[in-house]
C-alpha cells in the first residue's frame, strides 16, 4: 500500500483564500500524484460533502473530505494557510486544512487509518506541531506516524500519530473495543485513594456523519477525552464508513446516560431506550463534549429517560436534520416527507389509468367491476383491469401523505392517526388539504401525548395500544367535527376556481408552475408544484383544467436537463468533461421527466444554469396552457405523449422552452471572463478561470 501522504501532498504556504479555491489547490496535487483521476468530478463530490455539512472545526481545522469513483487510492493532502479559511467553523478561520479522499470503495483498513487521523486532530499536541512544522516531508512524516524532525519544539512535544494508539483509543486507533473501559488515569477516583467511594458515572455515545471518514471517529476522541477530563467513563459506538462494532448489551445495560452526536440516523437506536439521552449533531460532539456530559448527568439526577419512542426526538425527519432547526425549516420537511412517500402511488395509479384511457377510451370509467366482467380476449376488459387498479392505488394518496407527514414528526406511532385521519379527509371531501391538515394534526398528538409522563409498568403498551386509541380517536373527533367541513369548502373553492381559469389567467398560471419546477429542481418548490398538480387529477374523471395544469407541469420539469443536455451537445467548450458526460444521461433522464437531471449543472453554476432553466419551463408551462394541452398521466414524460390532448402543439411548447433555456446558458457560460493571470500546469497547458477557481480548459 503506497502511502497515504507524502511531501509533494503537502502544502505549508497555501495562498487560497476560499474553501473552494483551498480544496482546488489540494486536490491539484493529488491529480498530479495520480491519486484523482478527474479533478472537476472530484471536487464537485467534495461540493456535495460540504453542503451537507460545514467542515469547519473549532481549534482552526477545515476538513473537507469525500468518498468518490474519482479516486483511485485513500489519500490524503494537507495545506497550511497564514491568513485563515473559512470553512464555517464557530471560532472563525482554519489554518490546518487536510483534504481526505476516499475511493468509493475504499476497504476499511484504509478507512481505519484515515479514522485516526481524525482522532488525532482532537489532539492540541499534534496540531501544534504541525503549525510549527517547516518542511513539507516533516510535515507528512509526522501526520504518517513516523519520527519527523523536532522543528520549533522539542522531542518532548511529540505526538501519538495518526494509526497508532492514542489515549482512549485501541492499537489501530479506531474506537474502544465495545465493553471496555475507559478509565480516567489522570484524576484520583472519589474518595480513599485507590478505592473509588461510589461508582463511576457510566456514559455510551454513538457518533455517525454522512460520510462516516473524519467527524464520526473525532466526535469519539473528543467526548472520550471530555469523560476522562471529569472522572466519567465513557465508550463510544463509532457508526463509520469502516462499519462498527455494536455495544456490548451488557454495557448498555450498566451505563447510566447516552449520548447521541450524529448526522445521520443511529442504527438500532432502540437498544437504548429508557435511559437519559442528549441527542444532537455530530459537531456538537466535536464542539463542546463537556456540556453534553454535564447535559446528560443533569437528566439522569432528575429522572428523566427516553421511551421507545423518544418524544419529540429521533424522528426520521429530526435524525436526517440538523440541530437547531427551526420551526419552517422542519415543516417543510415533514411536509416533503408525506410527499416523498406518494409519488410512487402517483406514479403507478396514475399510469394506469391513462393506460386504461389509452386503451378502452374514455368511457372506459364506466366499465362494471372486472370481478362480474372480465373477459381475456378483450382489450376493453384489459384497459378497465388497468384504469380499476389504478383507481385503487390513487385511493391511497391522501392517506400516504397524511400518514407519512405523521411519521416524519412523531415516527412510527403517528402512522395510524395520520392514515386515519387522511382517510377521513377522503370521506369528507377535503381532498389533498384536508391531508395536509390530517398528517400535521395526527403528529401533533402524538407528540402531545409522548410528553405525558407514563409510569415505567404502562410504557410497554404505549406504542401499540394507547398511543394509536387515543390518537386516532382525537384525530378522527377534529377532522369529522371541527376542522373538516372548512377544509372541504376550500377544497371546492379552489377546484371551481381552477375549472374557471381561462385566457391569460390560465397562461399566467403555467408560467407560473413554470417557474416553480425549475427553481429547486425536484426540491421542495419543485414538488408543490408537481403536488398540486397530481392533486388533480387524482380522481377517476378529473376536469379539464386539472389535465392542463398536468401537462404544463410536466413539459416543464423536462426543460432543465434537456436543455444542459442540448448545451453540452452545441458548445461542449463551455462545460467541463465530466459536465459532457452527464449531458448524454441528462437527454435520457429530461426525455423521461425527471428534472434532477440538471442538478449537476446547477451545482456546478448556479448563477447561469438555474435563471435559464427558469426562464425556458416558464415559457414551456404558458405555452401548454395557451394550446389547451391535456395530461391524464402524472408522470411519463415523452413516452406517454399518446395520451396527451394537443401532442404536437404540446412538443412545439416543450421544444421552444428547452431552446429558450439552451440559448439562455450558452450566452450566459460564454460571457464568463477569461482569467488574464491564467496559470499553467505541469504538462504546460494553459488553465482557464471559472468562477474564482482554476480548472483545465475543456477540450
Known amino acids: 500500500m ?148 523536532a522543528e520549533g519544539g522539542s522531542e518532548d512535544s511529540a505526538v501519538a500519530p495518526a494509526g497508532k494508539a492514542s ?45 462516516g471518514i473524519a467527524h464520526t471517529y473525532m466526535a469519539a476522541e473528543s467526548l472520550e477525552n471530555a469523560g476522562r477530563e471529569a472522572g466519567i467513563e465513557v465508550v463510544v459506538e463509532t457508526q463509520g464508513s469502516a462499519g462498527f462494532t455494536r455495544l456490548d448489551p451488557a454495557v448498555i445495560e450498566a451505563a447510566d446516560g447516552v449520548i447521541f452526536a450524529h448526522d ?19 459537531k456538537a460532539g466535536i464542539n463542546r463534549p463537556a456540556e453534553l456530559i454535564a447535559e446528560v448527568r443533569d437528566k439522569a439526577a432528575r429522572g428523566e429517560v427516553t421511551a421507545a419512542a423518544a418524544p419529540g426526538t429521533g424522528t426520521p425527519v429530526e435524525r436526517a436534520g440538523d440541530a437547531g432547526e427551526g420551526y419552517g425549516t422542519k415543516l417543510r420537511k415533514w411536509l416533503m416527507s408525506g410527499v416523498s412517500y406518494m409519488v410512487p402511488f402517483v406514479a403507478a395509479g396514475g399510469l394506469l389509468i391513462a393506460l386504461g384511457f389509452a386503451i378502452g377510451g374514455y368511457k372506459i370509467n364506466k366499465a362494471p367491476s372486472v370481478m362480474d366482467h372480465f373477459v381475456w380476449t378483450q382489450a376493453d376488459s384489459w384497459a378497465a383491469l388497468m384504469f380499476q387498479i389504478g383507481v385503487v392505488s390513487f385511493g391511497f394518496l391522501v392517506p400516504v401523505l ?99 381559469l381561462t385566457g391569460t389567467n390560465a397562461v399566467l398560471l403555467g408560467a407560473l408552475l413554470g417557474l416553480m419546477m425549475c427553481f429547486d429542481l425536484g426540491g421542495p418548490v419543485n414538488k408543490v408544484a408537481y403536488t398540486f398538480a397530481t392533486a388533480g387529477i387524482a380522481v377517476s374523471n378529473p376536469s379539464d383544467s386539472a389535465m392542463k395544469i398536468m401537462a404544463a407541469v410536466m413539459a416543464a420539469g423536462m426543460v432543465p436537463p434537456l436543455a444542459m443536455a442540448l448545451a453540452t451537445t452545441v458548445r461542449g467548450k463551455l462545460f467541463t468533461q465530466t459536465e459532457r458526460e452527464n449531458g448524454k444521461a441528462a437527454w435520457v433522464l429530461g426525455a423521461s421527466f425527471i428534472s434532477e437531471g440538471a442538478i449537476p449543472f446547477a451545482a456546478a453554476d448556479p448563477l447561469r444554469v438555474i435563471p435559464s432553466s427558469m426562464v425556458g419551463g416558464a415559457i414551456t408551462g404558458a405555452l401548454s396552457m395557451a394550446f389547451g394541452a391535456t395530461l391524464r398521466a402524472p408522470h411519463g414524460g415523452i413516452f406517454v405523449v399518446p395520451l396527451i390532448g394537443n401532442p404536437f402543439l404540446y412538443l412545439i411548447a416543450l421544444v421552444v422552452g428547452v431552446c429558450v433555456s439552451t440559448a439562455l446558458v450558452v450566452v450566459l457560460k460564454g460571457m464568463r471572463k477569461q482569467n488574464p493571470e491564467a496559470a499553467k500546469d505541469a504538462a504546460g497547458a494553459p488553465i482557464s478561470a471559472r468562477g474564482d477557481s482554476k480548472q483545465p480548459v475543456a477540450a
Open 2 to 149: 503506497s502511502e497515504m501522504i507524502t511531501a509533494d501532498l503537502v502544502d505549508l504556504d497555501l495562498s487560497a483564500d476560499t474553501k473552494e479555491a483551498a480544496a482546488r489547490a489540494l486536490a491539484e496535487r493529488m491529480v498530479a500524484q495520480g491519486r484523482v483521476t478527474d479533478l472537476d468530478g472530484f471536487l464537485a463530490d467534495v461540493a456535495a460533502r460540504e453542503a451537507q455539512m460545514p467542515t469547519g472545526l473549532d481549534g482552526g481545522i477545515g476538513i473537507p473530505h469525500c468518498r468518490s469513483e474519482h479516486v483511485t487510492e485513500p489519500t490524503l493532502a494537507f495545506g497550511r494557510s497564514a491568513q485563515g479559511i473559512d470553512f464555517g467553523a464557530p471560532d472563525g478561520p482554519a489554518d490546518l486544512i487536510f483534504l481526505i479522499a476516499a475511493p468509493a470503495g475504499a476497504d476499511d483498513a484504509h478507512l481505519t487509518i484515515l479514522s485516526s487521523l481524525a482522532r488525532q486532530l482532537m489532539n492540541a499536541e499534534f496540531t501544534s506541531a504541525l503549525r510549527a512544522v517547516g518542511e513539507p516531508a516533516a510535515a507528512a512524516a509526522l501526520i504518517r506516524g513516523e519520527e519527523a524532525p
Open 167 to 211: 489515549s482512549g483509543a485501541t492499537a489501530d486507533g479506531t474506537a474502544p473495543v465495545p465493553g471496555a473501559r475507559v478509565e480516567d488515569a489522570a484524576a484520583p477516583a472519589p474518595g480513599a485513594p485507590g478505592a473509588p467511594a461510589e461508582r463511576q458515572f457510566r456514559i455510551v455515545a454513538v457518533t455517525s456523519c454522512p460520510t
Open 264 to 282: 445521520v440516523p443511529v442504527r438500532d437506536k432502540d437498544r437504548f431506550a429508557g435511559k437519559p439521552t442528549v441527542d444532537v449533531g455530530v
Open 402 to 500: 397524511a400518514g407519512y407527514i405523521a411519521y416524519g414528526m412523531a415516527d412510527r406511532p403517528g402512522l395510524v392517526p395520520g392514515f386515519v385521519g387522511g382517510s377521513i379527509a377522503l370521506t369528507i371531501n377535503a381532498g389533498f388539504l384536508g391531508g395536509l391538515v390530517a398528517g400535521l394534526l395526527a403528529g401533533g398528538v402524538v407528540l402531545g401525548i409522548q410528553k405525558v409522563k407514563i409510569p415505567p409498568t404502562l410504557r410497554g403498551i404505549m406504542p401499540v395500544v394507547v398511543i394509536p386509541l387515543i390518537s386516532a380517536a382525537v384525530v378522527g373527533f377534529l377532522m369529522f367535527v371541527v376542522v373538516g367541513k372548512p377544509i372541504a369548502s376550500a377544497q371546492k373553492g379552489l377546484t371551481d376556481w381552477l375549472n374557471g
